[in-house]
């Protein structure tokens, strides 16, 4: 794995088969997915986003992106919800599975967290097929993620 120096103060490694994918939209503060094409056809990727909350609480932010999701993604299935940490606050993971445009069937991990007004979310999405081994390379992404104050 190898760090990364996000903007917003934000450092997490990824793996070294992955490629950073330039964005240039200010919520979106990384982009970053493998290189290699998996047999499944879908190449892993992380997106780390920041958001302006202002007196939304952590449980009432996550809710609406719940709701967002249902909404904008096909067959949305929420798996699992759960209080945790990322980058040392208090979070909530959620892992849920959708189907692409391309009619793939993709799972996707996210954690969320708070700090004053602003909301970091790291999500992590690969091919459903790929997510029993790709589990632990998620779990290192998320270990490394840090947020400074």
Known sequence: MRLV????????AVPDD????????????????????PLTGFRANMVLTISTLEDLSLAAWQGQNEMALSRTLTGFQLLDRAETNLAGRPAIYRLGTYINSEGAELTVQQWSARQGDSGLSLTITCATDDFPQFRQTAEEIVATT????
């Not at 992955?18 to 094409?37: A, C, G, K, N």
């Open 5 to 12: 120096n996000v903007r917003g103060g934000v450092t997490c």
């Open 18 to 37: 992955w490629d950073e994918i330039p964005v240039e939209t200010p919520d979106v503060l990384y982009v970053s997915r493998q290189v290699d094409l």
């Open 146 to 149: 840090f947020w400074e104050e």
